[in-house]
């Protein structure tokens, strides 16, 4: 029998789905492949500061995961640790193998061929995506291990690991356009796939404005609101690739062409 193709995301916090891996959901969907998201927080800042009112941001998520047409998903249940990586319940302050289990488990219950989360520098250096991205690697290895985790399930072997990034030449183009805070980048010969996600851009757009209280209280992502930057910045995804342990070849240099799913096998 087959093994399913299909691709599980990883993020953070309700907005990060669509802002990162927004087009390539909506990809995979528009080709038959499952899909699946993981958000592991619920977006309520753990200290009890937020702007959002209880239960906002997890509607906003399900409604922005419905355009996108994400079969399955599901909120971890930790509190965002804010920028200063802190707050009891919080996914930082939450022991890192409980993290790990809860992913173990989404894992081998979805069997995805595929899975991407952040880079190591969690996009822009928020520490819960320091820990998601820390957290995805110990678990896409440990659920491929039947000794690790035995109550999560059967064990699975991801064949890929996928890191959304920001290449250095956005960087360079947005710094050109006079942003004063240049993120943190990835040489562009490192980057395995830039996939072209224009043609899912409107629907990415629909699930990126789903999360209505990010733009009511100024958050970055108004910014896309401009067309030209919003086709800049979101009308590509940039990656990483990591072979997991179900890689036909683990280690082999892989070739990116325009036709390419991240769920596709290596080769």
């Not at 087009?23 to 528009?30: D, E, F, K, R």
């Not at 200063?84 to 069997?111: K, N, Q, T, Y």
């Amino acid at each position: 029998m087959d093994r399913p193709r299909g691709l599980m995301a990883v993020h953070a916090h309700p907005d990060d789905e669509s802002l990162w891996t927004g087009g390539v959901l909506a990809q995979h969907v528009a080709e038959g492949r499952r899909t699946a998201v993981v958000t592991c927080t619920d977006g309520e800042f753990a200290d009890g500061t937020s702007f959002a009112g209880p239960g906002i941001r997890a509607k906003e998520l399900a409604q922005a995961l419905a355009a996108l047409g994400v079969d399955e998903s599901g909120i971890l249940p930790y509190g965002d640790s804010g920028h200063l990586g802190r707050g009891r319940g919080s996914l930082c302050e939450a022991p890192f193998d409980d993290l790990v289990a809860d992913l173990v488990a989404r894992i081998r219950s979805f069997r995805p061929s595929a899975v991407a989360t952040y880079d190591a520098n969690g996009m822009y250096g928020h520490p819960d995506h320091v820990r998601v991205h820390r957290a995805v690697l110990v678990a896409v290895e440990a659920a491929a291990c039947a000794h690790q985790w035995p109550e999560a399930g059967a064990a699975w072997e991801v064949e890929s690991l996928w890191l959304a990034t920001v290449p250095e030449s956005l960087v360079h183009t947005l710094t050109g356009l006079g942003l004063e805070s240049p993120l943190p980048s990835t040489p562009d010969a490192r980057i395995a796939a830039a996939v072209d996600v224009r043609p899912w851009l409107d629907v990415k757009w629909e699930a990126v404005r789903a999360h209505v209280s990010e733009f009511a209280r100024g958050a970055r992502i108004a910014a896309f609101e401009e067309p030209q930057l919003r086709e800049l910045c979101l009308g590509t995804e940039w990656f990483l690739h990591r072979p997991g342990p179900g890689a036909a070849r683990p280690g082999a240099a892989d070739t990116w062409g325009p036709r390419r799913l991240l769920a596709d096998p290596a080769g």
